[in-house]
Nanobody, 113 residues
């Protein structure tokens, strides 16, 4: 069983940056893929980005060119670097072992002036 703990959320102005971290309780080196999802108020949780063990990444269209997902297997941590943030990026962001029911508790990101 894997436990995931997100951190790094907060309040940021439009155009600003944040880096989210997801620390896993165990080794992630053998996990095929890790993902970030987000859920805005009144909306369903949606996929933001995925990183596979090979290093291949995929992104939801609205974040392409602004967000970067990465993983540090030595630290058992996955990151989401978010640049050029927009108010519509406001949501609770969740870390996930892709295609499983292992979720973190979420971290709030609010983009507002």
């Amino acid at each position: 069983q894997v436990q995931l703990v997100e951190s790094g959320g907060g309040l940021v102005q439009p155009g600003g940056s944040l880096r989210l971290s997801c620390a896993a309780s165990g080794s992630i080196s053998s996990i095929n893929a890790m993902a970030w999802y987000r859920q805005a108020p009144g909306r369903q949780r949606g996929l933001v980005a995925v990183i596979f063990r090979s290093g291949t990444t995929t992104y939801e269209d609205s974040v392409k060119g602004r967000f970067t997902i990465s993983r540090d297997n030595a630290k058992n941590t996955v990151y989401l670097q978010m640049n050029s943030l927009k108010p519509e990026d406001t949501a609770v962001y969740y870390c996930n072992v892709y295609s499983t029911t292992y979720w973190g508790q979420g971290t709030q990101v609010t983009v507002s002036s």
